[in-house]
């Protein structure tokens, strides 16, 4: 009602929405809509009007309830989530998980591709958050629901190459980010986490193989094994982990790579960090390969 009144009345000015977008200089020149996004229950209790009610779901639903209003008299439109970085403001409080989740819903790339002060959005949730494992633990589940397929973003990387997973780790300490992780990816989860591992940051497999055992027998949405992301990832050669080649299969040998379709000894040819040494490792436990891959390359 404020806001259509506001609007008769230029509050703020033309185009600003009957004071939505006025920034308010007491709150870190936040404009309303942000505002609405991530206040929290002393708020609530003001401005509509709670009374004494303290339960902080019933004030995030209340502050999801004006959004929703807002919304259906097109006062508040699906661009403002970009534009007014509202996927930030509202994860960053710690009493707006409905308000975050109802505006992922509505535009759940944004979880990918926004960045706040040149930090992509999952990084500065973090950053710019508590010493709680909250916020980290919002963004996650949410990721997690819209984009599987990039296991919640939990490896997209920031500009200095750091995950978001370092990231949590260096504020959080690993077994508070497991215990988040495992909670929404269960030990025996489907998903192909180690996958994701090992081709985004190699260094950890161990600390999730530890948890995630069952992932090694698993394919990936392309049908590789794991073996044969190690293989692609590059992360692997003869020089720095001999054991790995040397427990190979003689059918992973022979194997073809479902995206190259490649031996091994081929896909690893193609990686920048592979060395003749690995090549000819692989190649030695079955040279006919060589022999196949002439013959499937220049047979017409």
Known sequence: ILAKEGIKHEVGGRGMRGGLLVRDPDEEEMNTLQLLVNLGVSNCQVLINLGDDDDPIRCDRAFLGALKELRKDNLFLKKDIKDHELLFWSCTSQ??????????????DCLITRTYSDLQLSHAIIEYSEDSLTQFTMYFQT?????????????????????????????????????????????????????HVVKNAPKYMNDFAIHY????????????????????????????????????????????????????????????????????????????????????????
């Open 95 to 108: 009493l707006a998980k409905m308000r975050f989740a109802y505006l992922a819903d509505w535009d759940p």
């Open 143 to 195: 990721a997690l629901k819209h984009h599987p397929q990039h296991l919640g973003m939990l490896f997209q990387k920031d500009d200095s190459g750091k995950t978001l997973y370092e990231r949590a780790v260096n504020k959080y300490g690993e077994e508070k980010c497991f215990n988040v992780i495992k909670q929404y990816i269960p030990t025996d989860s489907k998903l192909p986490i180690l996958h």
């Open 213 to 300: 055992l069952s992932a090694m027998y698993l394919r990936d949405e392309d049908g590789r094994t794991l073996t044969q992301a190690t293989i692609a990832s590059g992360s692997k050669t003869l020089k720095n982990d001999t054991m790995f080649f040397g427990k190979m299969t003689d059918d992973e040998i022979a194997e073809l790579d479902p995206i190259t379709k490649q031996y091994p000894f081929l896909t690893c040819a193609a990686c920048e960090s592979s060395d003749l040494s690995t090549i000819y490792a692989l190649l030695s436990r079955n040279p006919s390969l060589l022999e196949k891959y002439i013959h499937q390359r220049f047979s017409i």
